[in-house]
T-cell receptor
Framework: GNSVTQMEGPVTLSEEAFLTINCTYT??????LFWYVQYPGEGLQLLLK?????DKGSNKGFEATYRKETTSFHLEKGSVQVSDSAVYFC???????????FGKGTRLSVIA | GAVVSQHPSWVICKSGTSVKIECRSL??????MFWYRQFPKQSLMLMAT?????????EQGVEKDKFLINHASLTLSTLTVTSAHPEDSSFYIC???????????FGPGTRLTVL
């Protein structure tokens, strides 16, 4: 079956630190990969996505590269801010008409 | 991006009562909507897929008589939790997609607390 595994949290970093949140997937076929962010008390927002191998998704200083050989889509940011504190979900999907498969989420806390 | 709303954002009800949650696509026609359930500090679990004008397709283990889903129009889907019990307390999130989009748009979620 299809599944997503992401690193357990919580992750606590100081402002301006480098962030990596690992995500690996198992899928039959060639999925698109996503990172969603959920701020406290809010719904999910799409952060970035990649639709095929070697694609790099990027947004708001975050980036992730679709690595087919390692079945990974790790999220990175060079310098985190307090406002980046949220829960980050890695997900995969095959089309807009099929449901997404989510990882368990990683809570990030950035302290000043 | 497109906007999806949910109403109410938060509801408390007594055990045994029914609660209806609405999911609306505000600026596009949603051909497909998905309902997810999120337990505290856990991931989103798909409950059902809803296509406009068709019966919803439920995931294994989800009681369709307990979680009634109706997608009667291209802008509205409803989830009714019938005879709610404390174990139904959760965060319910919908997402929607339409003809001209290649991604899903998520609603802000509804927190249900059953006393």
């Amino acid at each position: 079956g299809n599944s997503v595994t992401q690193m357990e949290g919580p992750v606590t970093l100081s402002e301006e630190a480098f962030l990596t949140i690992n995500c690996t997937y198992t899928a039959t076929g060639y999925p698109s990969l996503f990172w969603y962010v959920q701020y406290p008390g809010e719904g999910l927002q799409l952060l970035l996505k990649a639709t095929k191998a070697d694609d790099k998704g990027s947004n708001k200083g975050f980036e992730a590269t679709y690595r087919k050989e390692t079945t990974s889509f790790h999220l990175e940011k060079g310098s985190v801010q307090v406002s980046d504190s949220a829960v980050y979900f890695c997900a995969l999907g095959f089309s807009e008409n099929t449901p997404l498969v989510f990882g368990k989420g990683t809570r990030l806390s950035v302290i000043a | 991006g497109a906007v999806v709303s949910q109403h109410p954002s938060w509801v408390i009800c007594k055990s045994g009562t029914s609660v209806k949650i609405e999911c609306r696509s505000l600026d596009f026609q949603a051909t497909t909507m998905f309902w997810y359930r999120q337990f505290p500090k856990q991931s989103l679990m798909l409950m059902a897929t809803s296509n406009e004008g068709s019966k919803a397709t439920y995931e294994q283990g989800v009681e369709k008589d307990k979680f009634l889903i109706n997608h009667a129009s291209l802008t509205l889907s409803t989830l009714t939790v019938t005879s709610a019990h404390p174990e139904d307390s959760s965060f319910y999130i919908c997402s929607a997609t339409g003809f001209t989009y290649n991604e899903q748009f998520f609603g802000p979620g509804t927190r249900l607390t059953v006393l």
